[in-house]
């Protein structure tokens, strides 16, 4: 088969030439180009999520990128929050998230706790 790791940028190059040709005609379960093509797959997404890690969102971004999801304002997060001021708050990063308002922020409105944890 003469697959190695993915140790470089060349390498990585390589593989996403190889991978390319694939996603074209997407080679057939347990064959051995669908095997090949597997084996690279999870190749490619260990080197990328080395080299390029995703670092958790900002817990006040998390909470914006909902609200302008959804079209909610101020005044839909106060069952999740708290009273206007503390939302303002909150939002204005005066204030931290409470295990309290991590949980019902999402339990209301579906934000992932792990965005609303932090780094």
Do not use: C, W
């Not at 005609?25 to 084996?39: K, M, Q, T, V």
């Not at 999801?69 to 106060?78: A, P």
């Amino acid at each position: 088969m003469n697959i190695h790791p993915i140790r470089n940028a060349k390498d990585y190059k390589a593989a996403l030439r190889e991978l390319s040709a694939y996603f074209d005609h997407e080679p057939e379960l347990r064959s051995a180009d669908g095997d090949r093509f597997e084996i690279l797959v999870t190749l490619v997404e260990a080197y990328e999520a080395r080299r390029f890690p995703i670092a958790a969102p900002d817990p006040v971004e998390a909470i914006r990128f909902r609200m302008e999801q959804g079209g909610l304002t101020i005044k839909d997060l106060v069952p999740s929050i708290g009273q206007p001021n503390r939302v303002y708050e909150v939002m204005n990063r005066k204030r931290s998230l409470t295990l309290d308002m991590i949980r019902n922020l999402h339990r209301n409105l579906g934000i992932p706790a792990e965005s609303l944890i932090g780094a």
